[in-house]
């Protein structure tokens, strides 16, 4: 007799899934559920339902079994607890899985990734029993300076669109909703709650909502949050035309528009341009917060009450919540429970660091570090801060945080020295510390190899986030230099020790035209998470082959970057108004350098590897409803590493003007040496669209495109040409 021995893991799995089947709904019978509820509301019960009930909660009706819906930042884990008072957060196991930021997620280019980043941040949520988890963000990378890059993924609306899209599963197959933010045009932190982004048709379709739009039609994302700034002088958190005609109406959103934390300003316009549900801050209330008096509270009660605004409009942002409460079993609680800093989440965090992580520059094979080597010298106060609890919003209070000086001394070989230089103070403004500087210089003078960590930072806590913070919620970059005098820094330690390797943590690039000919490697390794540590001194010594590549370009300086040398950033300062004119329209990113032939200081998708990669036998084969493009991608090398493919198409002749070249698809393969895959992929019609803002509408012309295969959008492997 045979006895099948299934493991638990298996019989965990098994079970869910006869779960799942058990209480799956289709929409038909969601909105029957929904309406039931609602004709037993009071008009009441109705408003409690539609602003915010606490910090992070939205009202519920208790007496229909409705519970409060409760919300959470951020994007890359769950935020520390907010209970309606300090004691209520006291106590409180609210140390979580610190995943890496949004922006290192994005640079993996592994839309399975995305999704096992979902998956973790939507476990732990339902373990900490928040119905919403509010991200991702997913804002066009515009500008180098703004603060909140690190929390957005890229400049290129493509490669946003496919790493949303598995966040949003992710999330949403753990039975939390995910909040795609925020929508839209919300590229700039400064003067935000007060800034009105003007910009053409052409830009807002085919750069700014294509992320939102994915999240929308693809990603089936529950909730969505307006941002602070207007567009076209309208608030775009109650924006008559991006809410109700693009996103309810033509997108078909289903779910429910979620303002962002102070957000609303009128209440006639919340009700009638399609925000849901308004949510703010305890503070704006006073010592003891009157939650009635939010616009979408009493306010609308009186208006429905005088006749002077139709109740259906408040049944239908109801029915919105509790659509999403339904399909997320808030109500009848059937979802799963979730789990908490598991060793397989910690695990996830560290794949999409080792992933994300970018090789710049290996000059001299520098890099990996050799086993033969003695002694490392260890410089920069990155290398042994911790960052989760900085940023803003997006704070997450790590279990455990492994910093890259931790990291090294764990990997190294026995024996091997490990001194540490401090290199550098943390304060706006202040000029380079010499004696720090000598420290530092003197330990790397004596050392095989330094390593210097340096780059940005969020702050050293929420409270004091803007004071030191480079990168962080509601501040943006003063200029594109590395901060704290640190450029001085690294000239005094590749004077000292030219074997030296730099180290950046940061949302995005900085300046690096003083010292990056005489370093011979870089690393940008963003903010890489609670197992960043041992991400870094893996790729450092070779235990990982890296494989992350750019998701946005870094220019040499910052007069090059196309919202400054063509647009405004921030708003014009020669004026008194708040307006900020993207007259950089669709030339963002490389679609600016490549198409005015600006030299960027790396590449949209560049990233090097500790092996070599050929390509050939590219083949484009237009089909009735597709064109085809295979070709093949060999590891020719003597490591086993991963290669991102990326696929850009260029109009030859067209009537309105486009850039050189567009991203359309991408495929991470992974090789053994020796091994030689073919890669297919697939472009539909719309990669060969472009919107016609004088027909107002998405056209597709007749005549040759170029089909390019490469390895950045300056490094173009392959070239082929498609007949429409």
């Known amino acids: 007799m ?5 493991s638990t893991s298996k019989v965990a799995g098994l079970l869910l899934l006869l779960h799942t089947a058990a209480v799956a709904q289709t929409d038909e019978e969601i909105y029957q559920k929904a309406d039931a509820l609602l004709k037993k509301m009071t008009l009441q019960e109705k408003v409690n339902m539609i602003h915010g009930s606490s910090s992070f909660t939205s009202g519920g009706v208790p007496r229909l079994g409705i519970p409060e819906w409760v919300m959470s930042d951020g994007p890359h884990g769950v935020r520390v607890e907010h209970g309606r008072t300090y004691k209520d957060s006291i106590g409180v196991n609210d140390a979580g899985t610190y995943l890496p930021t949004g922006v290192c997620l994005a640079a993996t280019w592994n839309p399975k990734l995305g999704y096992a980043f979902g998956s973790v941040l939507g476990s732990e949520a339902a373990y900490r029993g928040k119905d919403v988890i509010l991200g991702p963000g997913i804002n066009i990378i515009r500008s180098p300076l703004n603060g909140r890059n690190f929390e957005y993924q890229s400049e290129d609306p493509y490669l946003i669109s496919q790493m949303a899209v598995g966040y949003i599963k992710g999330v949403q197959d753990q039975g939390v909703a995910a909040c795609i933010k925020h929508y839209a045009a919300n590229n700039i932190e400064t003067n935000r709650n007060n800034i009105n982004v003007e910009l053409s048709e052409r830009a807002l ?3 700014y909502l294509p ?3 994915a999240a929308v039609q693809q990603g089936n994302v529950y909730t969505l949050m307006g941002s602070y700034n207007k567009v076209r002088g309208e608030w775009a958190t109650h924006n008559n035309y991006l809410i109700n005609q693009i996103l309810k109406k033509e997108w078909k959103f289903k779910g429910a528009v979620i303002s962002d934390w102070g957000a609303v300003h009128n209440t006639q316009q919340a009700l009638w341009n399609g925000t849901d549900v308004e949510m703010g801050t305890d503070l704006s209330l006073g010592e003891k917060p009157d939650y009635r008096k939010y616009f979408m509270g009493d306010t ?11 109740e259906y409009l408040i049944d239908d942002k109801v029915r919105r919540i509790l659509y999403v409460m339904l399909k997320t079993h808030v109500i009848d609680k059937q979802r799963s429970k979730g789990a908490y800093n598991t060793k397989a989440h910690q695990q996830t965090a560290r794949q999409i660091a080792e992933e994300g992580i970018v090789l710049l520059k290996n000059q001299g094979k520098i890099l990996p570090l050799s086993s033969s080597i003695k002694s490392i010298a260890v410089i920069g106060l990155n290398a042994n801060r911790p960052q989760a609890f900085g940023g803003g919003s997006s704070q997450v209070k790590a279990l455990y945080e492994i910093t890259a000086l931790e990291g090294l001394k764990k990997l190294a070989a026995k024996g091997t020295k490990i001194t540490y230089a401090q290199g550098y103070n943390i304060k706006r403004g202040a000029e380079a510390d010499e004696n720090l500087i000598k420290q530092a210089a003197n330990a790397a003078a ?10 940005s930072t969020h702050g050293y806590d929420y409270s004091k986030w803007s004071d030191n913070a480079y990168d962080a919620e509601d501040t943006d970059k003063p200029d594109m230099h590395m901060p704290f005098g640190q450029e001085e820094l690294i000239k005094a330690v590749l004077k000292a020790n030219p074997k030296t390797v730099v180290v950046l943590l940061g949302g995005g690039p900085i300046e690096m035209a003083q010292w990056i000919s005489s370093a011979p490697a870089v690393l940008q390794a963003w903010y890489p998470g609670m197992e960043g540590g041992n991400a ?6 070779g235990k990982v082959n890296p494989s992350g590549r750019l998701p946005m370009t870094f220019p040499k300086h910052l007069v090059d970057a196309p919202d400054h040398k ?3 950033f921030p708003a014009d300062k020669d004026s008194n108004s708040n307006n900020v004119y993207y007259f950089d329209d669709l030339y963002v990113g490389y679609r600016y350098y490549d198409t005015y032939k600006i030299e960027p200081q790396f590449a949209f998708g560049h990233g090097l590897s500790y092996t070599q990669f050929t390509y050939g036998d590219l083949k484009v084969q237009k089909g009735v409803n597709n064109t085809t493009v295979t070709f093949t991608i060999a590891n020719t090398g003597k490591t086993a590493g991963a290669e991102t493919a990326q696929l850009y198409v260029h109009q030859q002749k067209s009537l309105l003007p486009r850039p050189e070249k567009e991203l359309k698809a991408f495929e991470k393969v992974f090789l053994k040496p020796g091994e030689k895959k073919q890669i297919k992929l697939m472009l539909s019609a719309d990669a060969f669209q472009y919107f016609n803002d004088v027909t107002n509408s998405w056209i597709t012309e007749p005549g040759q495109f170029d089909v390019m295969i490469g390895s950045s959008s300056k490094d173009i492997k392959l070239k082929g040409v498609v007949n429409l």
Not at 300 to 310: D, E, R, S, W, Y
Not at 446 to 455: M, N, P, Q, S
């Open 2 to 6: 045979k006895i099948s021995i299934i």
């Open 205 to 207: 379709r085919e750069i």
């Open 211 to 213: 992320g939102f739009k």
């Open 300 to 310: 609308v009660l009186a208006l429905v009450k005088n006749g002077k605004a139709p």
């Open 446 to 455: 004596k050392a095989d190899v330094a390593v210097i960590v340096g780059g």
């Open 536 to 541: 870094i001194a893996g790729i450092l010594y």
């Open 566 to 568: 063509l647009g405004q």
